[in-house]
């Protein structure tokens, strides 16, 4: 079975303070991506990556920025958090092979508090 | 630009009853769409991916079709428990290879 780990569950951070979200995912998956949910809005993509140290805007990446070190590691970072980026966070990965018909594997999600 | 929508956004239904949860999308060039499940505070579990070229799919007391020409898809649950109430997400990759997703339907099973 697919592992997607998320480092949190729930974080609370201040207005300006710099965020590390973690995501790590235990099958070699060579894409993965990040996601925000709101309520009514559903789930808008922020940045993916297609290989180490590869990434790609998704539609939403203002406020944002990523890194990808090692193929099983995705950070997603707030560099100035602010309180419109409260929102629960998600991490996904797939396989590249025939990544076009590939489910998505999601983690449990990060409820990040910016007050 | 791609638009899905999950009608409706929110069904009850006492348990034993089938079931049936709807999703449209607008452009019809894609290359698959995957129902999903979310509980509540959870992360999104897969379930079901129907190909393009595909009408359905099944795994157990699910099924799912695809209608690609009329952009349309439809969740079949058979005999609902109440360990079913969860919100039910679909989401379509297109051609950019860009998942859209659905706003969601919630689902809860009574006793």
């Known amino acids: 079975d697919v592992k997607v780990t998320q480092s949190s569950r729930y974080l609370v951070k201040r207005t300006g303070e710099k965020v590390f979200l973690e995501c790590v995912q235990d099958m070699d998956h060579e894409n993965m991506f990040w996601y925000r949910q709101d309520p009514g809005l559903g789930l808008r993509l922020i940045y993916f990556s297609y290989d180490v140290k590869m990434k790609e805007k998704g539609d939403i990446p203002e406020g944002y920025s990523v890194s990808r070190e090692k193929k099983e590691r995705f950070s997603l970072i707030l560099e100035s958090a602010s309180t419109n980026q409260t929102s629960m966070y998600l991490c996904?990965?797939?396989?590249?092979?025939?990544?076009?018909?590939?489910?998505?594997?999601f983690g449990n999600g990060t409820r990040l508090t910016v007050t | 630009k791609q638009e899905v929508t999950q009608i409706p956004a929110a069904l009850s239904v006492p348990e034993g009853e089938n079931l049936v949860l709807n999703c449209s999308f607008t452009d019809s060039a894609i290359y698959n769409l995957q129902w999903f499940r979310q509980d509540p505070g959870k992360g999104l579990t897969s379930l079901l991916l129907i190909q393009s070229s595909q009408r359905e799919q099944t795994s157990g007391r699910l099924n799912a079709s695809l209608d690609k020409s009329s952009g349309r898809s439809t969740l079949y649950i058979a005999a609902s428990q109440p360990g079913d109430s969860a919100t039910y997400l679909c989401?379509?990759?297109?051609?950019?290879?860009?998942?859209?997703f659905g706003t969601g339907t919630r689902l809860q099973v009574t006793l």
């Open positions: 989401a379509v990759r297109g051609t950019a290879s860009k998942l859209t």
């Open positions: 996904a990965s797939s396989p590249r092979l025939f990544s076009y018909n590939s489910p998505l594997h």
